[in-house]
Each structure stands twice: as C-alpha cells, then as structure tokens.
C-alpha cells in the first residue's frame, strides 16, 4: 500500500492529458458527427457520397494508424498542421475518427423519426433548419443516447493510445515505473483509475437517460 502511494502522485500527474484528450474529443466530435449525419441522409447525392466515404474510411481504419498517418505522415508530405506540437494531432485524429461513430448513430436515429413528423412540420411552414434542430435532433438524441454512452466509454479508455507519440500520460507513466521498478502494480493502478472514471461516466449517463425518458 505504502508503494501505491508513493507512485500514484506520479501516475496522477498524467492525468490532465487523459481527461483533457477526452474532453476534447467529445466536446468537438459530437457536434460534428451531427452535421455528417445530416450530409449522410441528404437529398443532395455528392453530400451523402462524402459523407459516406468519410466514415467508411474513418471506421474502417484503426484510430492508432490514424494517428500516426496524422503526426508522421502529412509532414513527411509537406502539410504540417500543428507545428511541432504532438497534442493538437492526438487532438485532431480523435475527434475525426469519433465524429465518424457518432456519424452513424445518429444517422440511424434520423432515420428511425418517422416521416409524417417531417411532413407535417413542412405543411406548419418549418424551414428545414427549423426541423432538423427543434424537431428531428432532440428525438435523435433521446433515442440513441444509450449507443452515444458506449462510444463516450470507449473514448475514456481509448485515451491511452496517446502514449504511443510520446506524450506523457497516466498510461506511459505507469510503463516507465513498471520498467524501473519491475512490477506490475503501476498497471493495476491505472486500471483502477479507468475503472473509477468509466463508473463516474456510467453514472452520469444513467441520470441522463432517466431524465430523458422522464420527460418523454
């Protein structure tokens, strides 16, 4: 016990990055992903082939080559979006490859709002801006929030993969102690810090659903 707690300032340290990772992530991808479902089911038929092949790529690939295609392979091209920075790419390759899984989930719930709804609301004289925002996006929301719960818990462990460009966070912390110290008790650690952040996530979006459903 004594050990844990002479290493877990030192893990904690690499937190910020995690949670910051996330909150990135999530605050931009999300929003993102609404506007690539709407493109998705668009009339407009270029919109829905970009859009489709955005995702398809996007999901089809994994989000640690994307980061490494990001930060290696544009500047080895001459396209260096960020400078030197590393974090900005890690930044940069979660919220496109995220957006693309949110992409699709609310894709499924536009396209699970029944049509009537859509049609009346153009007899009422809604714009399709109007409808998209005040009717079809709030339905979406309530009916794929569970899906939406189990990408943002993905995205909470899939955070660990910014070690992999260096960067300094409670994962690659816990590898170095481990190295030095040979033991495995750095991994446990972390374990258990991932464990108490998905439960604390778990829990928020339990009182989200129920306050959703409630109010339906």
Do not use: H
């Not at 270029?46 to 994994?62: D, N």
């Not at 949110?102 to 536009?110: D, N, Q, T, V």
């Not at 929030?145 to 409670?170: F, H, Q, R």
């Amino acid at each position: 016990m004594s050990y844990i707690l002479q290493i877990l300032p030192q893990i904690l340290e690499g937190l910020g990055v995690t949670l910051g990772t996330f909150a990135v992530t999530l605050v931009i991808s999300i929003p993102i992903g609404g506007l690539i479902a709407l493109c998705r089911v668009s009339k407009i038929r270029i919109l829905r082939w970009i859009s489709g092949f955005y995702t398809w790529v996007l999901r089809g690939t994994p989000l640690l080559l994307q980061m490494f295609l990001i930060f290696f392979g544009l500047p080895a091209v001459g396209v260096r979006l960020f400078g030197r920075t590393r974090l900005p790419y890690v930044f940069f390759a979660f919220i496109i490859n995220y957006a693309a899984y949110f992409a699709e989930i609310f894709r499924s719930g536009i396209q699970s709002v029944e049509k009537g709804q859509i049609e009346a609301a153009k007899l009422l004289g809604f714009k399709s801006a109007q409808i998209n925002l005040k009717i079809v996006m709030p339905q979406v929301i309530k009916r794929t929030l569970p899906s939406i719960g189990n990408e943002i818990i993905t995205l909470i462990k899939d955070t660990s993969l910014v070690y992999a460009l260096g960067i300094t966070e409670i994962f690659k912390i816990a590898k170095s102690i481990s190295t030095r110290d040979v033991t495995l008790t750095p991994y446990i650690v972390v374990g258990v810090i991932y464990l108490i952040l998905t439960a604390v996530i778990t829990k928020l979006l339990n009182r989200a659903e129920k306050k959703v459903y409630y109010e339906e």
